[in-house]
């Protein structure tokens, strides 16, 4: 299997590492990941509609030069934490499963859940806040606030962009924070990244949660990785296109 991997911001430095989580899965050897990154056009850290709305633009002008019939692709995975107009965009253009981190994440954390038990989003500044939580409900197809496994969205006030400029101190202080608050709002047994360049910060979540829960609680907590998610969602799609189609 072939997945493409659009990054679509302009940050290589963030596809970097969302290409080592995307290769980090338990069905990665069956599964060729090969990234696209946005050219400079394309804002290098997505933190409002605007920058969503651009980085649709950048992308659907760049991705023609990708040979899909010659390349072989059999997903595509957009790997910005959004409700990104780019998954239905790439969706009615191609003939293939496409997903976003963001949709792959929520149906990733419904699927670890116990009964009684509640996921939530630790993310970047305040826009999201609206933003995701509106999406969740969205997705779902309820009305908002009437889904009681989501617990919501605690943001840190960081950018995407930051987790690769910002000192390690002021991240982890930030997230940290941003984990605690969500963890005290219900019962919280899986955190989601709601954002790409998240990747590899799960230890600070997990801290975060230990100091609120406790070691063994703590333990337990599932931490979500969107892209890792994305990956392994389509991999299920492309063998559920197969098999039932």
């Not at 679509?8 to 995307?22: C, D, E, I, K």
């Not at 056009?41 to 409002?48: L, R």
């Amino acid at each position: 299997m072939r997945i493409l991997v659009i990054n679509p911001n302009s940050s290589t430095a963030m596809t970097n590492g969302m290409l080592l989580a995307a290769k980090s899965t338990p069905i990665s050897n069956s599964v060729e990941v090969v990234p696209m990154t946005a050219s400079s056009n394309a804002p290098a850290s997505i933190d409002d509609m605007e920058d969503i709305e651009i980085s649709t633009k950048v992308i659907l002008t760049e991705l023609p030069a990708i040979d899909f019939s010659r390349d072989g692709f059999d997903a595509i995975l957009v790997a910005c934490f959004s409700v990104h107009s780019l998954v239905p965009e790439l969706s009615a253009r191609f003939d293939v499963p496409v997903t976003g981190i963001f949709e792959a994440s929520i149906l990733t954390a419904l699927s670890l859940l116990k009964p009684g038990e509640q996921w939530g989003i630790v993310t970047t500044g305040s826009f999201w806040d609206k933003h995701l939580s509106d999406g969740v409900y969205d997705f779902l197809g309820v009305d908002a606030g009437r889904n009681t496994k989501f617990a919501g969205v605690a943001t840190s006030g960081l950018t995407a962009g930051d987790f690769h400029s910002v000192s390690p101190e002021d991240v982890k202080a930030k997230l940290s924070l941003a984990t605690k608050d969500l963890l005290k709002s219900g019962h919280v047994a899986c955190v989601v990244l709601g954002c790409g360049g998240m990747a590899g910060l799960e230890g600070v979540i997990r801290s975060a949660a230990t100091e609120v829960y406790g070691r063994k609680r703590a333990d337990d907590l599932y931490i979500v990785d969107g892209v890792k998610a994305g990956i392994m969602q389509l991999h299920q799609s492309i063998n559920g296109t197969r098999t039932f189609k």
